[in-house]
């Protein structure tokens, strides 16, 4: 609730919103933003039954080291049929770090050794497409950030590799859903 009414970091939900739907129009993925906030406050991995059905974007409480930007966690769901395990993502959850983090919540460039947000959430969304660190500072999928960095721009190999995961989502269902 506090993310989508914008009220520990104000202007971070709109930094998110411009990585959001950078990825959308790089890869038209069939992401949405639900037009109201949740209620939940835990990402999968806390929650008892490991996994509930709601994506959660929010600031971490606690759960964070002190140099972790963000994190994407992924919870996934599988079938066995015949000898084949088949699995899919069943739940997204970012969470960013709130503690001590001096961000950028841009548009404008990144100064003053902060860390721009826009940035970290198009890396944490990146993820989400199932795409994995690259040892490349330019590039916006590398396992690190830096102050100043400002990495907005989804490039044509990430853009490629989360065309092709979409590919193999849309291509059947998989365990009863429907692709």
């Given at each position: 609730t506090d993310f989508f009414n914008d009220s520990d970091?104000?202007?971070a939900k709109a930094a998110y919103e411009r990585a959001f739907?950078?990825?959308?129009?790089?890869?038209g993925v069939n992401w949405s933003?639900?037009?109201?906030?949740?209620t939940?406050?835990?990402v999968a991995f806390e929650s008892k039954d490991g996994g509930d059905p709601v994506n959660v974007i929010r600031f971490d409480n606690g759960s964070l080291s002190d140099e972790t930007l963000g994190t994407c966690f992924y919870w996934f769901k599988g079938c066995s049929i015949g000898n084949t395990i088949s699995w899919y993502v069943a739940e997204l959850d970012i969470v960013f770090n709130s503690?001590?983090?001096?961000?950028n919540l841009g548009p404008d460039p990144t100064s003053g050794g902060a860390f721009d947000f826009e940035s970290v959430a198009l890396h944490e969304l990146g993820h989400?497409?199932?795409?994995?660190?690259?040892?490349d500072?330019?590039?916006?999928m590398h396992y690190a950030n830096t102050p100043n960095a400002?990495?907005?721009?989804?490039?044509?190999?990430?853009?490629n590799a989360a065309k092709g995961v979409q590919d193999r989502s849309t291509g059947s269902s998989v365990c009863g859903v429907p692709a």
């Open positions: 970091f104000p202007g739907n950078n990825w959308v129009c790089e890869t933003i639900s037009d109201s906030p949740t939940v406050d835990e503690e001590d983090i001096l961000w989400g497409h199932m795409l994995a660190h690259v040892i500072p330019n590039n916006s400002d990495k907005r721009v989804i490039e044509s190999n990430n853009s």
